[in-house]
């Protein structure tokens, strides 16, 4: 017979590995610069979604141009200019063509008045930075697959003479990587027993985990509904 778990109390709660993780997010600030000393080459790099891609530098009666431009994805997030040719009107013009470019995600924008050469020469690199990252994207392992792999199912709630219990499951594959509470009853010593639970559960990667002493009723409803989302996971 399983021996009992003593409720541990909250004070070391903290101890417990976090139940849910979130991704956090943040965006890039684009920007227009002058020209900086460069190479004529092209490349990308990057790691998860984004994806930082040099051009080729195309060469013109102005002076040459060359972009680097950033992707979040397909998303454009910033346009950096690596060279651009050193006058007035191409000064004026860059950081309109950049903002353009962030509107309408893509090369298709309107050239800017007394920088022709300058503008098509833009639209032609961003063009081209564009086709890379695509080409880049289809080569790499598609997000939605490793997506696939994660899967959070919901456990059957059930009803105790404590209050009702459900869980909910986050599986990698097989492993378990989460658990939280949907439902639990309203009771001190339900508070304390879920912590201890979970880690139970994420260290035996199963519902055959021992009952938290003093929490009986919840931690055998757990086991249940643990057990389901585990068998509903496939």
Same mark, same amino acid.
């Given at each position: 017979?399983?021996?009992?778990?003593?409720?541990?109390?909250?004070?070391?709660?903290?101890?417990?590995?976090?139940?849910?993780?979130?991704?956090?997010?943040?965006?890039?600030?684009?920007?227009?610069?002058?020209?900086?000393?460069?190479?004529?080459? @092209?490349?990308? +790099?990057?790691?998860? %979604?984004?994806?930082? !891609?040099?051009? /080729?530098?195309?060469? #013109?009666?102005?002076?040459? *141009?060359?972009?680097?431009?950033?992707?979040?994805?397909?998303?454009?997030?910033?346009?950096?200019?690596?060279?651009?040719?050193?006058?007035?009107?191409?000064?004026?013009?860059?950081?309109?063509?950049?903002?353009?470019?962030?509107?309408?995600?893509?090369?298709?924008?309107?050239?800017?008045?007394?920088?022709?050469?300058?503008?098509?020469?833009?639209?032609?690199?961003?063009?081209?930075?564009?086709?890379?990252?695509?080409?880049?994207?289809?080569?790499?392992?598609?997000?939605?697959?490793?997506?696939?792999?994660?899967?959070?199912?919901?456990? @059957?709630?059930? +009803?105790?003479?404590? %209050?009702?219990?459900? !869980?909910?499951? /986050?599986?990698?594959? #097989?492993?378990?990587?989460? *658990?939280?509470?949907?439902?639990?009853?309203?009771?001190?010593?339900?508070?304390?027993?879920?912590?201890?639970?979970?880690?139970?559960?994420?260290?035996?990667?199963?519902?055959?985990?021992?009952?938290?002493?003093?929490?009986?009723?919840?931690?055998?409803?757990?086991?249940?509904?643990?057990?389901?989302?585990?068998?509903?996971?496939?």
């Amino acid at each position: 017979m399983k021996r009992a778990i003593p409720v541990v109390v909250l004070s070391i709660a903290g101890l417990v590995p976090v139940w849910l993780y979130q991704p956090s997010s943040g965006t890039s600030t684009a920007q227009a610069t002058t020209p900086a000393p460069s190479t004529s080459s @092209s490349g990308t +790099s990057g790691t998860s %979604g984004t994806n930082v !891609v040099t051009t /080729t530098t195309i060469d #013109t009666e102005k002076g040459p *141009v060359q972009l680097q431009v950033t992707f979040d994805g397909t998303k454009i997030t910033a346009v950096k200019m690596l060279q651009q040719p050193d006058h007035p009107q191409t000064t004026a013009a860059v950081p309109k063509l950049v903002a353009e470019t962030l509107q309408a995600q893509s090369a298709d924008i309107d050239t800017v008045s007394g920088a022709t050469i300058t503008s098509d020469a833009y639209k032609e690199s961003l063009q081209a930075a564009i086709d890379d990252n695509a080409k880049a994207a289809s080569a790499s392992p598609s997000a939605s697959a490793s997506e696939a792999s994660s899967r959070t199912v919901d456990g @059957s709630a059930l +009803s105790t003479e404590k %209050g009702p219990v459900q !869980v909910q499951a /986050t599986f990698s594959g #097989t492993k378990i990587t989460a *658990v939280k509470l949907l439902q639990q009853p309203n009771h001190p010593q339900t508070t304390a027993a879920v912590p201890v639970l979970v880690a139970e559960t994420l260290k035996a990667q199963s519902a055959d985990i021992d009952t938290v002493s003093g929490a009986t009723i919840t931690s055998e409803a757990y086991k249940e509904s643990l057990q389901a989302a585990i068998d509903a996971r496939g």
